[in-house]
């Protein structure tokens, strides 16, 4: 696990754990009905991994993403888009912390340079 949104030997003790592949990734988790659904890992032939919550097979909840370029998001989600409050991190350094909607920064957020700079609104 990458990070502790929840405890993976306990989540594989559960009724509804299953592995299941995907054309291009494989989740580990809760499914219900054939979808992901609870709480699960899905690692992507892309190296990018996503460990949390979800809902009707999509990131619905609190959730990490590490995308195949190395930036990462620690936030909340909604029906599979980044949506609500998360901290978003460049693999240069670079952060926002703050709101999203429909996985766009959108509300107040704070974003900080590597370098020193920031904005604050």
């Known amino acids: 696990m990458i990070t502790d949104l ?9 009724k509804d754990f299953l592995i299941k592949r995907y054309k291009e990734s ?6 219900q009905d054939g979808m992901r659904y609870g709480q699960g890992i899905c690692v992507y032939s892309i190296t990018r991994v996503y460990e949390g919550d979800w809902a009707e097979d999509k990131r619905h909840g609190k959730g990490y993403e590490r995308f195949s370029n190395g930036n990462q998001y620690l936030g909340d989600y909604d029906m599979g888009k980044v949506s609500g409050k998360g901290l978003y991190t460049w693999t ?3 952060t926002y912390d703050g709101e999203w909607v429909n996985g766009i920064k959108h509300g107040y957020g704070v974003w900080k340079g590597a370098t ?6």
């Open 6 to 14: 929840f405890d993976f030997d306990e989540l594989k003790t559960r």
């Open 116 to 121: 020193g700079d920031s904005y604050i609104g």
């Open 92 to 94: 240069n350094g670079d």
């Open 26 to 31: 494989l989740y580990r988790g809760e499914i």
